[in-house]
């Protein structure tokens, strides 16, 4: 087709398809994944104290289905019951985050290490970190990436997370881990500066030994960066960092 011809117009329908399935991705999985933690976290409620009163909305302002659960109508009840209840709902599976809103107010949350890791894991599902060829400096394209991760492991400060590089198998395998280990690093040192701790963040180069489940070990789709909670005891944060219930 003649516009595929010129390159501008070649790079915007492909980043608008891109776009568009992500969109369609999402939309897909989220429902389902809603569907099996709601029923669940009634239950939590009820058994923690919040009877009928408490619900919990599983979607964003705009409508989308989320994990991140908003709990409302605990206006009557006691501070450790609402405290109960949103841990009870927070540790549940697939729960991301809790939120109590009074109002239009968001006044308490609670995180687990391992959600952190779930939704750095759902961010890269759809997007990769890109690197320049053959180098470990990372694209220009893939900075905003890297803010969204570091948005996401915020929230879980005091866990142990090891970022680990992996390549394709072509090439000298020495060259690969050298190369994977450099990549690692460079996230760690942009996700530092993104404000991430730096004892937060390990990391690994593991070469081309650990290709994806499915592709072939030269597949270039095995060039990745990949997030693992490693230590699952956060810090305890100070009176003046927790926010009160209300």
């Given amino acids: 087709m003649e516009f595929l011809r010129k390159p501008y117009t070649a ?12 969109v369609v991705v999402g939309s897909a999985n989220a429902p389902g994944i809603v569907a099996k933690i709601s029923a669940p976290a009634s239950a939590a409620i009820e058994e923690a104290g919040g009877g009928e009163q408490v619900t919990a909305h599983f979607e964003t302002p705009n409508g989308f289905p989320s994990r991140h659960v ?9 501070e450790s019951t609402r405290n109960r209840i949103a841990h009870s709902v927070a540790a549940l599976p697939g729960v991301g985050g809790i939120s109590w809103s009074d109002g239009d107010m968001m006044v308490e949350q609670h995180y687990s290490p391992l959600h952190c890791q779930e939704d750095v894991q759902a961010l890269l599902r759809a997007r990769t ?14 900075r905003s990436l890297i803010d969204e991760v570091a948005s996401a492991l915020r929230p879980c400060i005091g866990a142990v997370i090891e970022v ?12 690969n881990v050298s190369l994977s280990t450099e990549r690692a690093d460079a996230v760690k040192q942009a996700l530092v500066h993104s404000g991430i701790p730096a004892d937060a963040l390990l990391v690994s180069g593991e070469g081309s030994a ?3 489940e499915g592709l072939e070990p030269t597949d270039p789709a095995n060039r990745r960066i990949e997030f693992a909670v490693v230590s699952t ?9 927790t926010p009160g219930p209300r």
């Fill in 11 to 22: 790079i915007i329908a492909g980043l608008l398809v891109c776009v568009i399935l992500a």
């Fill in 70 to 78: 908003v709990l409302t109508g605990a206006e009557t009840l006691d």
């Fill in 129 to 142: 970190i890109r690197f320049e060829e053959g180098s470990a400096q990372i694209d220009v394209a893939s």
């Fill in 164 to 175: 680990s590089g992996h390549t394709d198998r072509s090439g000298p395998e020495d060259v």
């Fill in 210 to 212: 650990h290709p994806v």
């Fill in 233 to 241: 005891q956060p810090l305890l944060p100070t009176p003046v960092d």
